[in-house]
């Protein structure tokens, strides 16, 4: 028979018992202890580990001392420890990162965006390609006058402007005003979404997917309502930004588009 009661005691208090430390290295499945949450590892940093569920959700748990579940045996998960790596080292974007950058002088020439979130979500993922080329994003606030701030531009070769449109699709206000700009020196592409929050992938921000607004409606204002966010606006893109990583949380309509803007604005004349 047992000696003693095997429930007795508090298993989850570190020091009884071994409870062996395992790296939440990438796509290690457990499971959270207390609420029963399983899902594969995607980050870890020193106080938290995300896990990411085969529907897509994610959520973060801190690393406390025997919280998970490893093959239904109680484990307590550390942050891996960085391991020298010999093959180049990749940025944001999935280029190959320049190591001990400076910054190049800026060029002439300039991509412009719709919004300061736009310009954010730009600089979260190209910003090391964008100083390597010495590349300037700036924000338009709207693109209603496009075709006057062009001009004021004055493009020429050698001075290339690179404008990303937000629901650039057929038919629409955006497109009418795009067909407006017909220099050759100025690339005009875009993007199908209402708003840049939804060039973030669903599963990266932890929701299903990103919900229909009403007409009528402010579209961000209907998107934090109906995804039952308490916060502003300001917050909930905050949020949003801070679940991007890396190219691979952004919808391929997006990625392809900065990437054909840079290599214009770059290329030599």
């Known amino acids: 028979m047992y000696e003693g009661d095997v429930l007795a005691g508090n298993w989850r208090r570190p020091g009884r018992g071994k409870i062996p430390k395992v790296p939440a290295e990438r796509d290690l499945v457990v499971e959270d202890a207390d ?16 896990l990411e569920d085969r529907f897509g959700k994610r959520r973060l748990f ?3 001392p025997a919280a998970f579940l490893l093959e239904g045996k109680v484990v307590t998960l550390v942050r891996p420890q960085a391991v020298p790596d010999s093959a180049p080292r990749r940025s944001a974007s999935g280029s190959i990162a320049v190591e001990g950058l400076r910054a190049r002088v800026a060029r002439q020439s300039r991509i412009y965006v719709e919004g300061v979130h736009d310009a954010a979500l730009v600089e979260k993922i190209w910003g090391h390609d964008l100083r390597v080329e010495g590349v300037v994003v700036e924000y338009l606030e709207g693109v209603d006058d ?3 701030i ?13 404008v990303l449109v937000d629901h650039l699709v057929p038919g629409s206000k955006e497109s009418r005003i795009a067909a407006r700009v017909t220099s050759p020196d100025v690339l005009v592409v875009g993007h199908p979404y209402i708003d840049i929050w939804q060039a973030v992938k669903p599963s990266s921000v932890g929701i ?4 229909d607004v009403p007409r009528g409606v402010p579209w961000k204002e209907g998107v934090i309502a109906a995804l039952g ?14 679940s991007v990583s890396s190219f691979a ?9 900065v990437e054909e803007l840079i290599d214009f604005v770059t290329e030599t004349p």
């Open 35 to 50: 609420s029963g949450f399983c899902g594969a590892v995607v980050a870890c940093d020193k106080e938290a580990v995300t």
């Open 62 to 64: 801190p690393l406390d």
């Open 229 to 242: 966010w308490r916060v502003e606006p300001a917050d909930a893109w905050r949020r949003i930004l801070g």
């Open 249 to 257: 949380d952004l919808e391929p309509e997006l990625l392809g588009r």
């Open 208 to 211: 299903p997917a990103w919900p």
């Open 146 to 148: 496009l075709p006057e």
């Open 150 to 162: 062009v001009e004021e531009f004055a493009p020429e070769p050698g001075r290339r402007l690179g």
